[in-house]
């Protein structure tokens, strides 16, 4: 009972100022005729119509699809080279300084060079998408492994277990929370690649709607574009969190015992 409180505590925190931001909204925009800046309930109304399955299948779902395609294909990428380059220091030292070089460049300004080799096709999206989407999880895969406990790999040599074994019975089970943080910062950019692809030549997803829409001064449904991704972007957040606490419960519980 009072684990369940605090849960509701805590959410109630949480949601409290995005609901006075709102209703602020909301009172604000009511009596507006600013054409740029219409009334927060003409938007809504506007958003039920133009999202509540009208659009979804032209827009909403190529870029759920350019998101995950790209990003599972980034991590998987990130986490496979960053184990490999985390357990052997004496390979990485070689590969660190192109690394470097290619995280340093803004991920928003490799899409043009990416419809240089594919067009504007899906393929270049996610293609985009993947490589935004790679580098934090490498890096942080790469500092996870590095940061394993001297015990435990010694623990793990008297036991004799293969480097296999080692690999995933020491290793990764150590540096999943470095990982799974990493993982949130190549989502958090994977989005914002996906919108940024569909603005630079693409008639469909979300961001290519919103684009057109400007253009089009079509300044609300330009405004129920920007929602949506607001919206999405809060979901995806949420439904990564707790896919995280799923994944790290021993961890949590570990460290709620530790305290």
């Known amino acids: 009972m009072r684990l369940l409180n605090s849960r509701i ?20 925009s009511a009596d507006s005729v600013d054409p740029f800046f219409p009334p927060l309930s003409a938007i809504w109304e506007q958003f039920k119509f133009n999202w509540i399955w009208q659009y979804v299948p032209i827009h909403v779902f190529p870029s759920l699809r350019n998101l995950f395609a790209g990003y599972f294909i980034g991590i998987f990428a990130g986490v496979t080279l960053g184990a490999l380059l985390g357990a052997n220091p004496r390979v990485s030292r070689y590969f660190e300084p192109v690394i470097d070089f290619l995280r340093s460049i803004p991920p928003v300004a490799t899409v043009p060079v990416f419809i240089l080799f594919f067009g504007l096709d899906a393929q270049m999206r996610i293609a985009a998408v993947a490589v935004a989407a790679c580098f934090p999880t490498l890096l942080s895969t790469m500092q ?18 293969t480097p296999f074994q080692m690999m995933w ?25 996906t919108i940024a692809s ?22 609300l449904d330009a405004w129920t574009g920007v929602v949506l991704l607001g919206l999405l972007g809060f979901a995806l957040n949420v439904i990564f969190d707790l896919v995280e606490r799923w994944s790290l419960r021993w961890y949590i519980g570990q460290k709620k015992l530790a305290s």
């Open 198 to 219: 569909e603005i630079l030549g693409s008639g469909f997803g979300i961001g290519a709607f919103t684009t057109i829409s400007i253009d089009s001064f079509m300044i």
């Open 169 to 193: 019975k020491v290793r990764v089970p150590n540096a999943s929370p470095i990982i799974w943080s990493g993982l949130q910062v190549s989502l958090q950019i994977a989005f914002v690649v």
């Open 144 to 161: 996870g492994f590095r940061a394993t406990d001297p015990t435990l790999l010694d623990t793990g040599k008297v036991f004799r277990l």
């Open 9 to 28: 505590i805590r959410f109630l925190v949480g949601i409290w100022l995005p609901i006075l931001l709102i209703w602020w909204w909301w009172t604000w």
